[in-house]
């Protein structure tokens, strides 16, 4: 989720400031390769393919990932992996855990990523470090049932489950969170805006890509990067996933589960955005919106459909 990149969708999105919880300590078993992809590749096309010239090296990546994966699932970071928003927690960093006026005012509708990279400049200046930010996500808790949902994940037959994660977060900020939680890799796949550290302790977020899409934030278009990903490895297999799943909480999360066939399935969290854009789309535009929609509240309720779709 991103919390502030959709105009007029922001009334619809729930933003908390609230402490982050304890430490999640808990530990998963290592699968999957080790692959990050933060859309550098396709800085070079900011009109037309995802991909630039170097799709031959995310192709030959492909190849790590075992061919007779029956499922193919997305998840969303924010609100949904973890349960508060990184780029809000990341203020508790802050001298006195708040950013000044004059810099929050900056922040314009659908440009949510500039407005962030403003922020860590601004933490950079406070004398906050890489140290004091990872500390940060460390502390963000999970999600409701989902250490139970990745432990799921990581216990099923290798040949079920491709495991993808696409946010609006950035690099650093999720590798952060998921090597503490023991869950890193358990991800064949990241996207998501790149993010380093420079020579002067700053760490520095460029855009994921550029796209067309009128519902999206200017840096990513997550429908883009789901329907390129899915043709692609469809490609790759020479057949298509069984089925594809979406877990996901925000507005731009609602973008990509509208490519979703009749047999896949979008997981919304209830009551938050995407669940709701979803609703309004069953009343206002029957058909529309093609995919089985199984709201959640705690991620456990994931894993039984999963079982049930898993066994059939």
Avoid at 57 to 85: G, N, Q, Y
Avoid at 119 to 141: N, S, W
Avoid at 186 to 196: D, G, Y
Avoid at 254 to 272: I, M, T
């Amino acid at each position: 989720m991103r919390a502030h990149a959709h105009g007029g969708l922001e009334a619809h999105i729930k933003v908390r400031q609230t402490p982050a919880g304890p430490r999640n300590s808990t530990s998963f078993s290592q699968t999957g390769p080790d692959l990050i992809d933060t859309g550098e590749r396709n800085q070079s096309r900011r009109r037309g393919a995802l991909w630039s010239t170097r799709a031959d090296i995310m192709a030959s990546h492909s190849a790590r990932i075992s061919p007779d994966k029956r499922f193919l699932i997305f998840f969303d970071f924010d609100e949904t992996i973890v349960d508060e928003t990184s780029d809000d927690m990341v203020v508790q960093a802050a001298p006195g855990q708040y950013l000044p006026s004059w810099l929050k005012d900056t922040y314009q509708p659908g440009r949510y990523n500039e407005y962030m990279q403003r922020v860590l400049a601004y933490l950079a200046e406070q004398g906050v470090t890489e140290c004091d930010i990872r500390g940060v996500m460390e502390k963000i808790p999970a999600t409701p049932g989902m250490p139970t949902l990745f432990q799921f994940l990581c216990n099923r037959p290798p040949q079920d489950f491709e495991v993808v994660l696409v946010s609006d977060a950035n690099t650093f900020f999720i590798e952060s969170w998921l090597r503490r939680a023991g869950a890193r890799q358990l991800f064949h796949r990241i996207f998501t805006n790149p993010a380093t550290f420079n020579k002067d302790g700053r760490l520095v977020m460029r855009p994921f890509h550029s796209h067309d899409c009128q519902r999206c934030p200017d840096n990513m278009c997550k429908q883009v990067v789901v329907r390129d990903y899915v043709a692609r490895r469809t490609q790759e297999r020479g057949r298509p996933f069984q089925r594809v799943f979406y877990v996901g909480d925000g507005a731009n999360d609602f973008c990509p589960a509208l490519s979703l066939g009749p047999r896949d399935v979008a997981f919304p969290r209830r009551d938050f955005p995407m669940h709701r854009l979803i609703t309004e789309t069953h009343e206002a535009m029957p058909g529309e919106f093609k995919a089985v929609t199984v709201p959640w509240v705690s991620a456990e309720e994931v894993v039984q459909r999963l079982r049930k779709l898993a066994a059939e």
